[in-house]
């Protein structure tokens, strides 16, 4: 066999591997689109995103300066502000779309954090056997028993305030499900003979958890990561709504604990109160909905149902 032939197996190994991962993609697109809900879902995320993204290009920041407003304070809706003006004088429809930056970041960085300690706790906890497997468990139970929202204040209350510490504050203390679901499929995919095969030839537990068990358990993960954004979209409303948050920052959360401390809500000001509150709720629900068609396409044991 020449060097040339050689050569050009793994290539063509590589290109058949990428071929069928792009084949795979393209269906899980096929049968994600067939789902109507996700489909939604989807399409409305994609536009709050851009909103989110165009913020500085929509409503420049100095804009919302208190130093610089013009307009009266609790300003009903009208042309030049389409959701009215908050107790200083703001616009609220500006602040709503700099908060769902605020929101979508806190959301997306704490799940990331979230997700990276559920997997890993996870694999360990489904890979590895006596006490190692007991300790960890242990660790898992009471992070499931303990509400991670008490948890999530009482590091707020201890760190110094601010948005990482939000973000810090909601991802060590809402990993244990995905710990839960990512150690019961490793204990399915480590049950299956190409790992006893890959453990008679020589391969360690790194090479098994790195090799087999990560890129089988990621499609989970993935579905699994959507419906623990709305998650973490709520706790950081409610810590910001509680007043850990960062006051520097624009939130959905610290809307409504301005609306509720300047009495915005019992004095009829409701261009104040509904705009986040809804947003909170549409945001929240349209990650659900993609979660769910998700966890439908990518977990086996939800086709068919």
Not at 160 to 167: A, E, F, M, N, Y
Not at 205 to 212: A, F, K, P, S, V
Request: net charge positive.
């Amino acid at each position: 066999m020449s060097a040339g032939t050689v050569g050009s197996a793994p290539r063509s190994g590589r290109a058949a591997v990428a071929a069928q991962r792009r084949a795979r993609a393209a269906e899980v697109w096929r049968e994600f689109a067939a789902t109507r809900s996700g489909l939604v879902g989807l399409v409305l995320l994609a536009a709050v995103f851009a909103v989110a993204l165009l913020a500085p290009v929509l409503v420049p920041l100095e804009t919302l300066d208190v130093t610089r407003l013009t307009a009266a304070s609790n300003e009903p809706p009208s042309a030049a502000h389409l959701l009215g003006t908050d107790p200083s004088g703001r616009d609220v429809l500006g602040m709503l779309v700099w908060g769902a930056r605020v929101s979508l970041l806190v959301g997306f960085a704490a799940t990331a954090v979230s997700m990276v300690i559920g997997t890993l706790v996870g694999m360990a906890a489904g890979h590895f056997t006596g006490l190692t497997q007991a300790v960890i468990m242990r660790v898992v139970d009471f992070f499931l028993v303990v509400p991670s929202l008490v948890l999530a204040i009482v590091l707020s209350s201890v760190l110094s305030r601010g948005l990482w510490t939000i973000v810090i504050a909601i991802g060590v203390t809402s990993w244990a499900s995905t710990a839960r679901v990512v150690r019961s499929q490793t204990l399915s995919i480590e049950a299956r003979p190409y790992i006893e095969r890959a453990r008679a030839l020589g391969g360690g537990d790194g090479h098994i958890l790195g090799r087999h068990v990560l890129p089988a358990v990621l499609p989970l993960v993935l579905a699994n990561t959507t419906l623990t954004v709305g998650s973490a979209v709520i706790a950081e409303s409610t810590l910001s709504f509680l007043g850990l948050g960062d006051p520097t920052q624009f939130s959905w959360g610290s809307m409504l604990k301005s609306a509720l401390d300047t009495g915005a809500a019992t004095a009829g000001f409701w261009w104040f109160v509904l705009p986040p509150g809804l947003a909170i709720v549409v945001v929240v629900l349209c990650f659900t909905l993609v979660g769910r068609a998700l966890e439908s396409v990518l977990n086996p044991t939800l086709r068919g149902r």
